[in-house]
């Protein structure tokens, strides 16, 4: 014979249960919410430590994005180095040469509004906020020219601004670069 609890008392159990999961539940979730706003505060009091800014009104006069420093260039250490600013509503330089299967560094920033860009077909793609530089390597494998339009809406020109991104293959890429000077897609 089994024996059986009086209908009372397993409904007794059962309601204790329910409280128990009841507590562990709204516990786990005061916790999950306490782990959100502490780590919001402390996110927003504790910035990225590689964010670099630049003052917007000078930039054309003094720092990394004068004029003359603008486009491909290579640096001392060999690395390939893109810089360029997006502005209402073109993108300087307007033409950009990079080598295929090399690793190019991007540095970009803004002088008015927020903008963006991706390049063709690749995982190039960064927003470029005023005020801040945007930096990211990537590699092109494949030669040939690409688009490279500003996909965040900057105000009613933003449908034509675009550049173009010129990729060479690397032994033809060498022999236009010459140290000190930027590459151009422009014939001279």
């Known amino acids: ?6 209908s009372h008392e397993s409904e007794a159990i059962a309601a204790a249960a329910e409280r128990r999961w009841t507590w562990i539940v709204g516990a786990i979730i005061a916790v999950l919410i306490l782990m959100m706003v502490v780590t919001g505060l402390h ?12 003052d917007v009104k000078t930039l054309h006069l003094r720092g990394e994005f004068i004029e ?7 640096e001392a250490d060999g690395r390939v180095v893109v810089r360029l ?21 991007f540095r970009a920033t803004a002088t ?18 005023p005020g801040f530089v945007a930096t990211f390597t990537t590699s092109f494998r494949r030669t040939g020219e690409q688009l490279m339009p ?12 675009w550049a173009r991104v010129q990729v060479l293959p690397q032994d033809e890429f060498m022999a236009k670069a010459r140290p000190g000077e930027r590459l151009s897609c422009v014939p001279r």
């Not at 996110?43 to 630049?54: G, H």
């Not at 600013?85 to 560094?105: G, L």
């Not at 063709?120 to 793609?125: I, K, S, V």
């Open 1 to 6: 014979m089994s024996a059986t609890l009086p």
């Open 43 to 54: 996110w927003a009091t504790m910035p990225p430590s590689r964010v670099e800014t630049v």
């Open 68 to 74: 003359s420093n603008l486009g491909t260039a290579i």
């Open 85 to 105: 600013i997006a502005q209402q509503y073109s993108f300087e330089p307007q033409c950009i040469v990079v080598p295929a299967d090399a690793p190019v560094t």
């Open 112 to 129: 008015d509004a927020i903008h963006g860009f991706i390049i063709g077909r690749t995982n190039a793609n960064t927003m470029v906020v």
């Open 150 to 161: 500003c996909h965040e809406y900057c105000g009613t020109g933003h449908e034509a601004m």
